[in-house]
């Protein structure tokens, strides 16, 4: 009897001993590290700041204080929560009464109440929002037009121009913080929108400026296209832009299939290459349109497609398409550089140009390539021949011109008048 309970003491005995050793062990070798300081390095004006503390090491408490000169300031106290290791805390530098300038951050953590470890960070404050001055703005822009700006901030910073949900990006074109850009507008942008200036500084602080530009109307035509008449051409069409496997998907799935997830599909793509543009200007003069072309097609017009007498499908047009004889030249719109030339789904055969600044011009269901990617191209050159690859009924040549990725209509790009007057105040001082 006596044994089995002296077996039992030294059972609980070790028993306890584990738990005391494990507890050293994590107290003294396994030392909580704290995640997120990085944060710290910039103070702005308002910054929200979540440190995570990993391996939790039985830390119960964290502190933050800022040090300036002799000045010293609490940022944040308080709990270490028990399920996600995790403080969250707003610094505001300007309200604690920490002036521009650095400052040493210290992030402390307790466990059992007295053993403290200490995280050190330098920090810069600078509580000032970037100013901005609009050396250039149109007074008014299309739905579906373009417009472009020339401002000058007071000190480096990411800019960007905003249209709804649409951001534009800005290049900077010279040192003393004169930035540029160049935005699109959508066509069915209420002419209520408010077009924003965007300038965030290096510290995070964000100043946020209205443009004063305002949206006027465009009037864009309805058409209707009736798929029954040429439902072979169309089933041809969108079977093999399908690929494949897709026999027994009937005409009108296939169709919705192709005109609205592979549309989007493939404007992503052109969104993504639309990124590519350099900060440089490629182009002069007013854009080309293909000679002795016959318009078929407008910039904006909203298409509805039928089929045996029902409204199947929906898209916006966001292109011309010119027509001339078939396999006609293509020439280059402008001088640039090439940044696509290959299949593009629905628009078959493309190329896209770049002009530089965001600006690019896209030309689509083209037989083959005269250029390729990396290619160099003078205005009037040209670089490939129409055809009807892709989603096209037709011989033609869609043409569009984008900007960071965008459609807008190239009406406005074909008019030198509209060049002289809203684009080249863009590039003057
Ligand atoms: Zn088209």
Redesign the pocket.
């Known amino acids: 009897m006596s044994g089995v309970r002296r077996l039992i003491r030294t059972i609980v005995f070790l028993g306890l001993l584990g738990v005391i050793g494990f507890t050293l062990y994590n107290v003294f070798f396994y030392k909580p590290k704290v995640i997120g300081l990085e944060q710290l390095e910039k103070l702005p004006k308002v910054k929200d700041v979540t440190l995570t503390v990993t391996p939790r090491s039985y830390v119960d408490l964290v502190e933050v204080k800022a040090f300036q000169g002799p000045k010293e300031v609490l940022l944040f106290r308080g709990r270490l929560p028990e399920r996600t290791n995790e403080v969250t805390f707003r610094v505001e530098p300007q309200v604690l009464g920490l002036r521009n300038g650095p400052a040493r951050v210290l992030v402390e953590v307790r466990r059992f109440f007295l053993f403290r470890e200490g995280f050190e960070v330098q920090a810069t404050v600078d509580v000032d929002p970037p100013r901005i001055r609009i050396i250039y703005a149109p007074y008014r822009v299309l739905q579906g037009g373009s417009g472009g700006i020339r401002v000058k901030a007071s000190e480096e910073v990411d800019l960007f121009v905003e249209v709804g949900k649409r951001r534009f990006r800005s290049f900077k074109v010279s040192e003393d913080n004169t930035y540029i850009a160049f935005f699109g507008v959508p066509v069915d942008a209420s002419p209520r929108e408010v077009i924003k200036v965007v300038a965030v500084d290096e510290a995070g602080n964000r100043t946020v400026v209205p443009l004063g530009t305002g949206i006027r109307r465009n009037r864009f035509r309805r058409v209707t296209i009736d798929l029954s008449r040429r439902e072979n051409l169309v089933r041809t069409k969108i079977y093999s832009l399908l690929g494949g496997n897709l026999e027994n998907m009937d005409f009108v799935t296939a169709f919705k299939e192709v005109n609205e997830k592979l549309r989007k599909r493939d404007e992503e793509r052109i969104r993504e290459i639309g990124k590519r543009s350099k900060p440089q200007r490629f182009w002069r003069g007013r854009f080309l349109q293909m000679r002795g072309a016959k318009v078929l ?1 407008y910039f904006g017009e909203r298409r509805r497609y039928v089929y045996k007498g029902k409204v199947i499908s929906r898209s916006w ?1 966001l ?1 011309y ?1 010119l027509a001339s004889v078939r396999n006609s030249e293509v020439p280059a719109a402008n001088s640039g550089e090439v940044v696509f030339a290959g299949d593009l789904g629905i628009y078959g055969n493309t190329v896209i140009i770049d002009h530089g600044f965001g600006i690019m011009s896209l030309y689509a269901h083209l037989a083959d390539f005269r250029v390729k990617e990396g290619d160099f191209v003078k205005k009037g050159q040209i670089i490939g021949v129409t055809d009807m690859t892709g989603l096209a009924f037709g011989d033609h040549l ?1 043409f569009t011109v984008l900007i960071d990725g965008y459609e807008v209509t190239p009406l406005e790009w074909w008019d030198p008048r509209w060049i002289r007057t809203r684009i080249e105040p863009v590039f003057s001082d």
Do not use: E
């Open positions: 097609s047009h292109g398409d869609h």
